[in-house]
């Protein structure tokens, strides 16, 4: 039996090392992602970021309990940032995610970010790739701690959720501007921690900033005129349900309050995913999202078999000679890339 | 670029409450370029073979102070077996007598380390034991 076979038959190791094969990006490792590839396209993929010490591990802890309850299963992929210097790294989101240990429905899977720098691994969705084809129902990406461009996860998940808590400063404003359009949740943890009431104010007018086309069209009831096609009401966030916006069709990233060690307010975090998940699913998002995360990874695909092609082609003398020129400032990188597409090399 | 990194489990198992050793352990493999789960204290032998399969780890490090190490090293290593996970290495960094310290090897343990053990010898214990 394949190794790919292996895993859909549900066999743990096997999906623990293919997963190891698939971040080495081994030989092997690729023909299996291939024989997974007609496998994969159901779950539902949900990213959660944030900066360093919100709780983010601990939010994905009660968030997998809580699934857990309506028999879903659930993959979680934790990423920590490796070290610029040596490449090691110590993987500590584990330590958050003890609750979940004995459950076979669970499965924790912690990776390295190895020199990527967009908060996520450069394997990281083919990780989830074969955890969906493995028939997890819920993958979990947990990002590095993230300021404000760590946001590759928005282009991975269909869901992301952004972790802020409260008593981080004035910067936070700063901070938000870029993360928050990332945001199709927000969460406040640790509201139980003085000054929740700040951030999540403050968190409510950037929000309103980051989206005012939304907020005018809610207020004035108009927006099914700009989306007749689709089925109405689409459900929409809870936390920002206003007068006037009963009738949206665009989601309205909520605000959910959370305490991750006690478990309040988890419930309500976990029903805003499915709630998201339905929503995108009805006014077409979903398959926007699948195509566009698809295709990038198709392009970047297609760009390191052409460089590879291209390496062939050409020699390593003959790309040396060009190099030497561009250092000589006799040809412009520009020029050199126009002369080894061509094939001219003298 | 593509060797393969060396993936190290840092686990602690039992009952007394005192990590440091385990992360000054984690943090030199970390400076040697492996990668290094952490998973905290208390942890059972059957949540630490669960970590071990499904992060897919070349060897574990388990701390040990308690003197409990003579009934959690070999129920660890029967956990692993039985999950199939049989490559992997299993070193000991704690307060081990040394009359025991045979009786571990026995069982399969590749290495024990007390107080004072170089961070730099384990390193290269683990790369050995590896190769």
Same mark, same amino acid.
């Given at each position: 039996?394949?190794?790919?076979?292996?895993?859909?038959?549900?066999?743990?190791?096997?999906?623990?090392?293919?997963?190891?094969?698939?971040?080495?990006?081994?030989?092997?490792?690729?023909?299996?992602?291939?024989?997974?590839?007609?496998?994969?396209?159901?779950?539902?993929?949900?990213?959660? +970021?944030?900066?360093?010490?919100?709780?983010?591990?601990?939010?994905?802890?009660?968030?997998?309990?809580?699934?857990?309850?309506?028999?879903?299963?659930?993959?979680?992929?934790?990423?920590?940032?490796?070290?610029?210097? +040596?490449?090691?790294?110590?993987?500590?989101?584990?330590?958050?995610?003890?609750?979940?240990?004995?459950?076979?429905?669970?499965? *924790?899977?912690?990776?390295?970010?190895?020199?990527? *720098?967009?908060?996520?691994?450069?394997? +990281?969705?083919?990780?989830?790739?074969?955890?969906?084809?493995?028939?997890?129902?819920?993958?979990?990406?947990?990002?590095?701690?993230?300021?404000?461009?760590?946001?590759?996860?928005?282009?991975?998940?269909?869901? +992301?959720?952004?972790?802020?808590?409260?008593?981080?400063?004035?910067?936070?404003?700063?901070?938000?501007?870029?993360?928050?359009?990332?945001?199709?949740?927000?969460?406040?943890?640790?509201?139980?921690?003085?000054?929740?009431?700040?951030?999540?104010?403050?968190?409510?007018?950037?929000?309103?900033?980051?989206?005012?086309?939304?907020?005018?069209?809610?207020?004035?009831?108009?927006?099914?005129?700009?989306?007749?096609?689709?089925?109405?009401?689409?459900?929409?966030?809870?936390?920002?349900?206003?007068?006037?916006?009963?009738?949206?069709?665009?989601?309205?990233?909520?605000?959910?309050?959370?305490?991750?060690?006690?478990?309040?307010?988890?419930?309500?975090?976990?029903?805003?995913?499915?709630?998201?998940?339905?929503?995108?699913?009805?006014?077409?998002?979903?398959?926007?999202?699948?195509?566009?995360?698809?295709?990038?990874?198709?392009?970047?695909?297609?760009?390191?078999?052409?460089?590879?092609?291209?390496?062939?082609?050409?020699?390593?003398?003959?790309?040396?000679?060009?190099?030497?020129?561009?250092?000589?400032?006799?040809?412009?990188?520009?020029?050199?890339?126009?002369?080894?597409?061509?094939?001219?090399?003298? | 670029?593509?060797?393969?990194?060396?993936?190290?489990?840092?686990?602690?198992?039992?009952?007394?409450?005192?990590?440091?050793?385990?992360?000054?352990?984690?943090?030199?493999?970390?400076?040697?370029?492996? &990668?290094?789960?952490?998973?905290?204290?208390?942890?059972?032998?059957?949540? *630490?073979?669960?970590?071990?399969?499904? &992060?897919?780890?070349?060897?574990?490090?388990?701390?040990?102070?308690?003197?409990?190490?003579?009934?959690?090293?070999?129920?660890?290593?029967?956990?692993?077996?039985?999950?199939?996970?049989?490559?992997?290495?299993?070193?000991?960094?704690?307060?081990?007598?040394? &009359?025991?310290?045979?009786?571990?090897? &026995?069982?399969?343990?590749?290495?024990?380390?007390?107080?004072?053990?170089?961070?730099?010898?384990?390193?290269?214990?683990?790369?050995?034991?590896?190769?």
């Amino acid at each position: 039996m394949s190794l790919a076979e292996t895993v859909l038959n549900g066999d743990r190791l096997a999906l623990a090392r293919l997963l190891t094969r698939v971040e080495n990006n081994t030989l092997d490792g690729r023909a299996a992602l291939n024989a997974l590839f007609p496998y994969t396209g159901k779950a539902h993929l949900v990213g959660i +970021t944030g900066a360093p010490g919100t709780g983010k591990s601990s939010l994905v802890n009660q968030l997998a309990l809580q699934f857990r309850k309506s028999g879903k299963r659930v993959a979680i992929v934790a990423v920590d940032p490796s070290s610029p210097f +040596t490449g090691g790294a110590v993987l500590g989101d584990r330590v958050r995610m003890k609750d979940l240990s004995g459950d076979n429905g669970v499965f *924790i899977r912690s990776m390295a970010s190895r020199g990527s *720098i967009g908060g996520l691994a450069q394997a +990281t969705a083919s990780i989830a790739q074969v955890f969906d084809a493995a028939g997890y129902d819920i993958i979990m990406i947990e990002t590095v701690g993230a300021g404000q461009s760590e946001v590759d996860i928005a282009k991975l998940a269909h869901t +992301t959720l952004v972790v802020e808590a409260p008593g981080l400063g004035d910067d936070i404003q700063a901070i938000k501007a870029g993360i928050l359009e990332i945001a199709d949740i927000i969460v406040v943890n640790k509201a139980d921690r003085p000054g929740v009431e700040s951030t999540e104010k403050a968190l409510k007018s950037m929000l309103d900033l980051a989206h005012p086309t939304q907020k005018i069209f809610a207020h004035h009831g108009a927006l099914t005129l700009f989306h007749p096609s689709l089925p109405s009401p689409l459900p929409r966030g809870e936390g920002r349900k206003g007068e006037g916006e009963s009738e949206t069709n665009l989601w309205l990233p909520p605000i959910q309050r959370t305490i991750a060690t006690d478990g309040k307010g988890i419930e309500d975090l976990a029903r805003q995913i499915a709630k998201h998940g339905e929503y995108l699913r009805l006014s077409g998002d979903w398959a926007v999202r699948e195509r566009a995360r698809l295709e990038a990874e198709l392009e970047a695909a297609l760009q390191s078999a052409l460089m590879n092609q291209l390496r062939e082609r050409i020699s390593e003398d003959q790309f040396d000679k060009v190099m030497d020129q561009v250092l000589a400032r006799s040809l412009s990188p520009s020029k050199a890339v126009k002369r080894l597409m061509n094939g001219r090399l003298k | 670029m593509l060797d393969k990194k060396i993936r190290v489990l840092v686990a602690k198992p039992g009952l007394d409450g005192h990590d440091r050793g385990a992360k000054v352990v984690a943090r030199a493999l970390r400076d040697s370029g492996m &990668e290094v789960i952490y998973t905290g204290l208390r942890q059972t032998p059957e949540m *630490i073979a669960e970590a071990a399969l499904q &992060e897919d780890v070349d060897v574990v490090g388990l701390s040990i102070l308690s003197g409990a190490h003579m009934a959690l090293a070999p129920r660890i290593m029967d956990l692993l077996k039985a999950n199939g996970q049989t490559n992997v290495k299993v070193f000991i960094g704690g307060i081990v007598p040394d &009359e025991d310290i045979p009786r571990l090897m &026995e069982m399969g343990i590749a290495g024990v380390y007390g107080p004072g053990a170089s961070t730099e010898d384990i390193v290269k214990d683990i790369k050995n034991a590896l190769k």
